[in-house]
């Protein structure tokens, strides 16, 4: 198997490590794992990609690169320049921290991944909580090197075929907890946290300029009974299918009958 491994929090990030690890060991022996991270942290980029300049690409090493990009672009330099042929699965992460309920529509980790099922390639965004319980680990990605290639094996075991035009790809939350402690693995939704949106703070460097720091919600606070943040917070790895259809499906024929009575 031929597996290509990108991430959002940069080339040298703790996390790549351990995506890495578990390329190696779903490859198999004679398998490839191929690395084509962001050269600087890209968290936040969603699935940006830089359409309007180049990205410059960066080999460090054998089957590893860089690229001046965002996730997204390194799964496009992967597939369509670095690697010899199409990978047979992309890992996007381990993430650090979390990218459950609302962070999903902001992550790069996600873009990986969204980006790998547009190109038609099973494609998995991997992420790990952190919290209390995790700080006093000597290894806060222990949860997702642990799992991590048993929760990667079930899903491709369990991967439908998708007639679908916008394939599923797959969101991988590891709980913020020691991997001892980690109670299973559910399926579940995408959750939203309850009143946690991102936010700004005003700071005035010293020349007098003025400038806005995007702030985060709090993370420790947990989604809707059974869906994703939810699940990690009680100790589960949440797995959760996305599809880049963001259409309101159970919408529309609410809003065509409303629509069409309103007349022509």
Known sequence: MRILITNDDGINAPGLEVAEAI???IAGEGGEVWTVAPAFEQ????HCISYVHPTM???LGERRWAAEGSPADCVLAGIHDILPDRPDLILSGVNRGNNAAENVVYSGTIGGAMEGALQGIPSIA?????GPATRELDNPFEGAAQWG????RAILDARPDNPNAYSLFYNVNFPPCAASDVAGIRVCPQ???PDITFTTERHHAPSGRR???IRGGAQQVASADGTDAALNLEGYVSVTPLRADLTAHDTLASLRDAIDSSGP
């Open 23 to 25: 390329g190696a060991e």
């Open 43 to 46: 968290s936040g980029v969603g």
């Open 57 to 59: 690409v960066s080999e």
């Open 149 to 152: 290639a048993r929760v990667v």
């Open 191 to 193: 959750g939203r946290r």
């Open 211 to 213: 400038f806005t720091w």
């Open 126 to 130: 991997l992420s790990q909580f952190l």
